[in-house]
C-alpha cells in the first residue's frame, strides 16, 4: 500500500485520551485513576500516544487536576465535555475536533494500557489509500468473527461541525455517525493492544499475570 507523503508524519496529529465516562461498570469511579502497575492507567496510555502526535488533548469531566497533573509531562490539554451528562466518547471527539490545532485527531480510551505504538501510521496508511475521513482499528478473533475498536481511530477534524449536529439531534452510537462519512476499518494483529478494562475484577486480573 503506497502511503501519501504525510502518512507517517505526527506533526499533521493530535493524541486524544478518552477519559470522560462514568465509569459505571467501575462504581462509577474515574477508570483513568485507576492504578496498574504502580501508576494511573491513563498515563499508560498518554506514554503509548505522545510518539504518534505533535499535542495531546486529555477528554475529561471529572478529576480535572489529576488529569493535568499528569498529562503536564506530554504539555497536554484537558477538555471537558460541551454537553452534560456524559452522553459518550462522541462528545470528547466533538471536543477534541475544535480544540485541535491539527487536520487529524487520533483517538484511543483512557482503560487501554497496551495501545498499539503504531496505530496513528497504520491508520493513516490505510485513511490515506481510501481517502477516508476516518480510520478505525478492528482484530480478527480466533473465530474468525471481525472485532470493531471504534474509539481507537483516526478522524479529521474538518468534521467537528458535522459532529456536532449528530450530538445535537441526540444521536450517540459512534460506528453509526462514522457511517455517514468516508470510514475505513483497519485490522490488526495484535488483539493485547486493544484490551481495555471495564471492571475491577478485569484490572486485578490483568494486574496479576
Not at 483512557?110 to 489509500?129: I, Q, S, W
Request: charge should be negative.
Amino acid at each position: 500500500m503506497q502511503a501519501a507523503p504525510h502518512a507517517h508524519s505526527s506533526t499533521n496529529v493530535t493524541a486524544l485520551v478518552l477519559a470522560g465516562g462514568r465509569g459505571s461498570r467501575m462504581g462509577g469511579i474515574d477508570k483513568g485513576m485507576q492504578p496498574f502497575r504502580g501508576e494511573p492507567l491513563a498515563l499508560h496510555v498518554m506514554r503509548r500516544l505522545a510518539p504518534q502526535a505533535c499535542a495531546m488533548l486529555i477528554s475529561a469531566n471529572r478529576s480535572i487536576q489529576e488529569y493535568e497533573r499528569l498529562g503536564a509531562q506530554f504539555g497536554a490539554r484537558v477538555i471537558p465535555d460541551v454537553r452534560a451528562d456524559y452522553p459518550g466518547p462522541l462528545a470528547g471527539i466533538a471536543a477534541a475536533l475544535h480544540a485541535a490545532n491539527t487536520e487529524f485527531v487520533l483517538t484511543a480510551p483512557c482503560d487501554a494500557p497496551f495501545v498499539d505504538e503504531h496505530l496513528g501510521a497504520a491508520l493513516m496508511r490505510a485513511l490515506d489509500a481510501k481517502h477516508a475521513d476516518i480510520a478505525y482499528a478492528a482484530t480478527v478473533e480466533a473465530s474468525g468473527e471481525v472485532m470493531a475498536h471504534p474509539v481507537f481511530a483516526l478522524v479529521r477534524t474538518s468534521l467537528a461541525d458535522d459532529l456536532d449536529a449528530w450530538l445535537d439531534a441526540g444521536e450517540r452510537k459512534v460506528r453509526a455517525w462514522y457511517a455517514r462519512h468516508t470510514a475505513v476499518e483497519v485490522q490488526f494483529h495484535d488483539e493485547r493492544a486493544f484490551y481495555n478494562i471495564n471492571d475491577s475484577q478485569q484490572l486485578a486480573e490483568l494486574e496479576r499475570r
